[in-house]
């Protein structure tokens, strides 16, 4: 494992043997494929856009296969078009077949599940503000491969129904004086998930939610790029108890 931890502001050496310098280094024969990302969004997709702009600027080893939306047309999604990224509608809402445009053409559970399994090839699953639940099939089926992000310090502030705005506006009314994004594995409940990685920022007795998400959403665009990164890298090992340790490249 190279680098040094991550998780905690204890510095750990790698254990892992230094490369040879000697060795070769890689040659066009050698390059592996990258890591295929699924990444799903419901809204602005300012993560998957932070995540993407890692990916371009070399600092993530991977490609975006597909993007998924319960929201075709979302920001996201517009994003995902506009970088000739393919585009996937799940689940089938009301909106959407209210929509001439998009009618018919959402997945079932099991054809998203075949569809990110068999025709993208998604090694890892990327949720990017996306507000719907998973197929569980999909949940089990990228075990310790799909993370999420949450706009509080999990495990306060999380749960079904605390998304979006609701989490700041909880967070505001609460009084706690600190908050900040977690990044966690996904597992079959909501919010639930072993945490990778959390930043703090300061929530003042005079912030708006507006003000407090703003903050936030800040530092998401940090650390999420960095723990998928860390991700399609194998950067992140377990704890014998399940509590993941992200290590740093380097
Ligand atoms: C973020 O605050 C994220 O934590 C939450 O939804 C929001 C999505 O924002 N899950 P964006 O679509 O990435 O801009």
């Given at each position: 494992?190279?680098g ?6 204890r ?39 932070a ?12 490609e ?11 920001g ?9 990224i ?25 054809a ?41 310090l ?20 609460s ?6 994004p ?21 929530v ?12 936030v ?34």
């Amino acid at each position: 494992m190279p680098g040094s931890l991550l998780t905690s502001g204890r510095e750990v050496t790698s254990r892992a043997a230094p490369p040879s310098p000697t060795s070769p280094g890689p040659t066009t024969a050698d390059a592996a494929p990258k890591p295929r990302l699924a990444v799903f969004v419901s809204g602005g997709g300012s993560n998957f856009t932070a995540i993407h702009a890692g990916i371009l600027a070399g600092d993530i080893n991977a490609e975006v296969a597909v993007v998924v939306s319960d929201v075709p047309g979302c920001g996201g999604w517009k994003y995902a078009e506009a970088h000739d990224i393919p585009t996937v509608i799940y689940p089938k809402t009301k909106r959407v077949e209210a929509d001439v445009q998009w009618a018919g053409q959402a997945l079932s559970p099991d054809a998203l599940v075949a569809a990110m399994k068999d025709t993208y090839k998604a090694d890892f699953v990327v949720l990017a503000g996306y507000l719907k639940l998973i197929p569980e099939g999909l949940v089990r089926g990228y075990k310790h491969a799909m993370v999420n992000i949450h706009p509080a310090l999990l495990p306060s502030f999380g749960g079904h129904g605390c998304y979006g705005s609701k989490v700041h506006e909880k967070v505001v009314a609460s009084g706690v004086r600190f908050t900040g994004p977690t990044v966690h594995f996904v597992d079959e409940e909501y919010d639930t998930g072993a945490i990778i990685a959390q930043r703090v920022v300061p929530v003042y007795p005079t912030d708006t939610p507006t003000q407090v998400a703003k903050r936030v959403l800040k530092q998401e665009h940090q650390v999420y790029p960095e723990v998928v990164s860390a991700l399609v890298d194998g950067r992140i090992t377990f704890r014998e108890d399940g509590v993941p340790i992200m290590w740093s490249a380097h």
